[in-house]
């Protein structure tokens, strides 16, 4: 005698019905375990993304760090060059900046401005020195009543250069009027 199956008890409409809530059944299973797959990627994702929004958030509102050990910045490094050579001869031209350093004019221009630099247009080519360097010379060759060029170089001192250079340029004379060396940069 054959062995009775689970089939057996069922008619053939109830045996499809079985099937199908079978496959029913198993095709629901599939999906949740590919659905809840899905989610735990979604969720990686999302706490990925929420890290990074919280990071965006915090460096936003963050101040920038500076570190005091970083190389100096080519505009550092331009306006030292200029204070450098202001204090040792009292002025440098553009030109020497720009061969010395290889900034362009016009950067070298607008750092030596922003530096508080005094810019005076010469023949082609500026001056860069600074306003108390300006009012040092002409206090020292305000004193000097005599038309010698000689004297007024000795009264320059350490400004010599800067006389030289300002006079080569006709904007430092010795005036009749006032007996006495003016400077005179328009």
Not at 9 to 28: C, G, V
Not at 85 to 109: R, Y
Not at 126 to 151: C, G, K, P, Q, W
Request: aromatic residues 6%.
């Amino acid at each position: 005698m054959k062995k009775p199956k689970l089939d057996d008890y069922f008619d053939s409409k109830e045996k499809t019905t079985y099937i199908e809530l079978e496959r029913i059944e198993e095709f629901l299973k599939h999906s949740t375990r590919v659905i809840r797959e899905d989610i735990a990627r979604l969720e990686k994702k999302l706490d990925k993304l929420e890290e990074l929004v919280t990071e965006c958030q915090r460096t936003s509102t963050e101040k920038p760090r500076v570190d005091t050990r970083s190389k100096p910045t080519a505009s550092s490094k331009v306006a030292e060059f200029i204070e450098e050579h202001v204090k040792k001869q009292g002025f440098v031209m553009l030109s020497t900046l720009i061969n010395e350093l290889g900034v362009k004019p016009k950067a070298a221009l607008s750092i030596a401005r922003r530096s508080g630099f005094h810019l005076i247009e010469a023949r082609g080519d500026y001056i860069l020195t600074s306003i108390a360097t300006l009012v040092e010379l002409e206090n020292r060759l305000s004193h000097t009543h005599s038309t010698d060029i000689n004297e007024a170089s000795r009264r320059a001192g350490d400004l010599l250069p800067l006389f030289e250079v300002l006079r080569r340029n006709g904007m430092v004379y010795y005036d009749a009027r006032i007996k006495g060396w003016k400077i005179s940069i328009e």
